[in-house]
C-alpha cells in the first residue's frame, strides 16, 4: 500500500510487518538475481539494530527465500560499533548469528568491519576496492560524477528515532564526508561507543537501498521528515536519513502501519 499522505525521499511502502518483511524480502531476491546475472555476483550491505532481527529471521526461515543466490553473495555491512565481534552491541555478532550460521554463504566473501584496529574505516575502503578492482572490468567500480566508486546491489538501512541513518548521527563529522567511502565516527554527537559507518557517497552510489521503519515510536520522526522536506527540503544536519538519495539508483521505505501513522 503507498502511502501518498507521507512525502519522505523516495518511494513510501506501508503494510503490516509481516507482509512488509515478505515485500522487502522479495525486492531483496530480485536485486539478488539481477545483479547475478549482470555481474555474477550480489553486492549486500545490512543494518544491525533491533528491527532488521525478525527479517534476517525470515530469510533463514522461509523455505520461500532458501534460493537467494548466497554462494554468489558478498555481504558488507553498513556500520558497526568500535567493540570485537563477541561484544553484544556488534552489528556483525547479530548478523552473523541470525543470518551467516544459517545461510550458504561463503565466509570468504563475508566483509565485516575491522572495528577493533586504529582505523577500521581506512582498512574497509581499502578492502571494498582491491575486492572491486580485481573483478573484472565489467563487475569492478563503476564510474560515478566521475569517480571511481563501489555500488552496492542492495543497502539495507534502519532509522533511529533522532533520524540517524548508519552511524550518521545528526550533527556529527562523518554527515560532511564527500569523497572517502567508510569513515570512522566519534565525538560528541555520536552515541557511544565510536562507530565506522558507510558514508553518504557510497550509500548514495548503491544501485538499491531499503529502509526498514517498524513501530509506533519512528512515527514522529517520519512526520518531522515529511515536515522538513515539505517545507525546506532535505537537512542532511538535523535528519540525517534525508541526506540518502541515490545518484542512479532507487529508494524504497518500508514502513509498517504504525510507523506509517495509519
Ligand atoms: C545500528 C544501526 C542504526 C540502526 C538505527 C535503528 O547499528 O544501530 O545500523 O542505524 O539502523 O539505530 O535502530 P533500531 O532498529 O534498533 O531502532
Known amino acids: 500500500m503507498a502511502n501518498p499522505a507521507l512525502q519522505l525521499t523516495g518511494e513510501v511502502h506501508v503494510a503490516v510487518a509481516d507482509q512488509l518483511y515478505d515485500d522487502l524480502a522479495l525486492a531483496l531476491a530480485g536485486a539478488a538475481s539481477d545483479a547475478v546475472k549482470a555481474r555474477q555476483a550480489f553486492h549486500l550491505a545490512l543494518s544491525g539494530g533491533s ?3 525478525p527479517f534476517y529471521e525470515r530469510l533463514v526461515l522461509d523455505p520461500r527465500y532458501r534460493t537467494l543466490p548466497w554462494e554468489q553473495t558478498h555481504l558488507w555491512i ?20 541470525t543470518l551467516v550460521d544459517h545461510v550458504p554463504i561463503r565466509r570468504r566473501n563475508c566483509h565485516p568491519m575491522p572495528t577493533t584496529i586504529d582505523d577500521p574505516a581506512g582498512a574497509y575502503a581499502e578492502e571494498m576496492s582491491r575486492l572491486f578492482e580485481s573483478l573484472d572490468a565489467a563487475r569492478g567500480l563503476s564510474l560515478l560524477d566521475g569517480s571511481p566508486i563501489p555500488r552496492m ?9 533522532d533520524a540517524h541513518t548508519a552511524s550518521l548521527f545528526p550533527h556529527s563529522d562523518a554527515l560532511r564526508e564527500t569523497e572517502r567511502w567508510i569513515a570512522n565516527n566519534d565525538g560528541k554527537h555520536v ?6 559507518t558507510m558514508t553518504f557517497p557510497l550509500l548514495n552510489a548503491a544501485r538499491q537501498l531499503a529502509v526498514l521503519v517498524i513501530g509506533e515510536k519512528k512515527r514522529a520522526t517520519l512526520q518531522r521528515i515529511d515536515e522538513q522536506l515539505r517545507t525546506g527540503g532535505p537537512d542532511v544536519d538535523a535528519l540525517p536519513i534525508t541526506g540518502v538519495q541515490p545518484a542512479d539508483g532507487e529508494l524504497t521505505w518500508y514502513l509498517d502501519e504504525a510507523a506509517a501513522g495509519l
Do not use: C, K, Q, Y
Not at 556500520?79 to 552491541?89: L, Q, T
Not at 552515541?191 to 565506522?196: E, L, M
Open 78 to 97: 553498513v556500520d558497526d560499533r568500535r567493540v570485537p565481534e563477541d561484544d553484544e552491541r556488534s552489528n556483525w555478532r547479530m548478523i552473523r548469528h
Open 51 to 53: 528491527t532488521p532481527e
Open 153 to 161: 546491489d542492495f543497502i539495507l538501512l534502519g532509522m533511529g528515532d
Open 191 to 196: 552515541a557511544r561507543p565510536a562507530r565506522v
